[in-house]
């Protein structure tokens, strides 16, 4: 559900952004003008990850049924920065069919050390015992951040914690974090996916 509804229309105009640059597929580095859409589910149970309560399949179509512990979902928008990482822009929530704006997010993703300078999306990349699909790191240099990088693909259980360097935490699975980049196409802003 979570994955599906990372492709809503844009709210907020963009600052301009340079193109995107992979060195490795198991990451990507966030830049200044980018914006992360995050998509939450909320569940009576508590918790993100959302259980499918049935599935039906009619030709290319998988439908799923989400029973009675969903109760609906947030979006929210967070702001790369070149001095503060990752700010927190606007959120909404969707309940019954219904979109009412919130102050805050559902969850605090993004609570960065303010003298990060480089903030980047660690990808889980093969099968650990790690209950997370991908985790959020920052470090002043790039190479605090390229250290910290290689001990959490070498050990994503045990590497990701703060240290005096770096920072780095799980964004809980089920909730999907999307990195964009605004695309100007005759005068009009759009966001599309930077990866």
């Given at each position: 559900?979570?994955?599906?509804?990372?492709?809503?229309?844009?709210?907020?105009?963009?600052?301009?952004?340079?193109?995107?640059?992979l060195?490795?597929?198991?990451?990507?580095?966030?830049?200044?003008?980018?914006?992360?859409?995050?998509?939450?589910?909320?569940?009576?149970?508590?918790?993100?990850?959302?259980?499918?309560?049935?599935?039906?399949?009619?030709?290319?179509?998988?439908t799923?049924?989400v029973?009675?512990?969903?109760?609906?979902?947030e979006?929210?928008?967070?702001?790369?920065?070149?001095?503060?990482g990752?700010?927190?822009?606007?959120?909404?929530?969707?309940?019954?069919?219904?979109?009412?704006?919130?102050?805050?997010?559902?969850?605090?993703?993004?609570?960065?050390?303010?003298?990060?300078?480089?903030?980047?999306?660690?990808?889980?990349?093969?099968?650990?015992?790690?209950?997370?699909?991908?985790?959020?790191?920052?470090?002043?240099?790039?190479?605090a951040?390229?250290?910290?990088?290689?001990?959490?693909?070498?050990?994503?259980?045990?590497?990701?914690h703060?240290?005096?360097?770096?920072f780095?935490?799980?964004?809980?699975?089920?909730?999907?974090?999307?990195?964009?980049?605004?695309?100007?196409?005759?005068?009009?802003?759009?966001?599309?996916?930077?990866?």
């Amino acid at each position: 559900m979570a994955s599906v509804l990372t492709g809503c229309a844009l709210r907020h105009p963009p600052a301009p952004a340079p193109a995107v640059k992979l060195t490795n597929s198991s990451y990507i580095d966030l830049q200044t003008g980018w914006r992360l859409r995050v998509v939450t589910p909320i569940l009576k149970s508590g918790g993100y990850r959302l259980k499918p309560a049935g599935q039906t399949v009619s030709g290319n179509t998988v439908t799923l049924s989400v029973g009675d512990d969903f109760l609906g979902y947030e979006v929210a928008y967070y702001a790369v920065k070149a001095r503060h990482g990752v700010e927190f822009v606007s959120a909404e929530i969707v309940k019954d069919g219904r979109t009412a704006p919130q102050p805050h997010p559902v969850a605090h993703l993004f609570q960065l050390p303010r003298v990060v300078r480089h903030v980047r999306l660690i990808y889980l990349v093969r099968v650990s015992q790690a209950d997370h699909d991908m985790a959020v790191a920052a470090a002043k240099d790039m190479r605090a951040l390229e250290a910290l990088t290689r001990r959490v693909e070498a050990d994503p259980v045990g590497a990701c914690h703060d240290g005096q360097d770096a920072f780095c935490a799980w964004i809980p699975a089920g909730i999907a974090v999307a990195p964009q980049i605004p695309k100007t196409e005759d005068g009009k802003v759009d966001w599309v996916p930077a990866r």
